[in-house]
């Protein structure tokens, strides 16, 4: 009795999981961005890192500077190309740096990350067009 329990407890679970399974999946992005919306994505990323890095150079407020980073960072995420997946990740690491500094007021190192953050976005623009 206690074999056909554990037998029926583990078919139902299996059979819960496989149940569930598909839903779950289909509850991410289904479609692929297409051309034009990777260009727009990078063209707005690389707006948002200079508008960021020009209040780190300015000498803005924390909370604006933290907040346009945030922006860079979420707005670099709409670039779904894998062409230039590796560039877009180390550019996001650069806008991190960036991040940690200004939140340890280290304006000088900010402002170096930011300025590679940039070229590496611009980066990513010229191999996009190019391919």
Same mark, same amino acid.
């Given at each position: ?34 051309? #034009?919306? +990777?260009?727009? =994505?990078?063209?707005?990323?690389? /707006?948002?890192?200079? @508008?960021?890095?020009? $209040? ?36 996001? #690491?650069? +806008?991190?740096? =960036?991040?940690?500094?200004?939140? /340890?007021?280290?304006? @000088?190192?900010?402002? $170096? ?19």
């Amino acid at each position: 009795m206690d074999l056909l329990k554990k037998i029926l407890l583990a078919a139902s679970l299996g059979v819960a999981m496989i149940a569930t399974a598909p839903v779950s999946m289909a509850a991410g992005k289904i479609e692929k961005a297409t051309v #034009a919306e +990777v260009v727009e =994505a990078i063209k707005e990323t690389i /707006k948002l890192s200079e @508008e960021s890095l020009a $209040a780190i150079e300015s000498g803005a407020d924390k909370k604006s500077i933290l907040d346009l980073l945030k922006r860079t960072k979420q707005s670099s995420k709409r670039i779904e190309s894998n062409i230039v997946d590796r560039l877009r990740q180390t550019a996001n #690491a650069r +806008v991190s740096k =960036a991040r940690s500094a200004v939140k /340890k007021d280290d304006k @000088e190192t900010a402002v $170096a990350f930011m300025t590679e953050a940039v070229q590496r976005f611009k980066d990513i623009q010229k191999k996009h067009s190019s391919f």
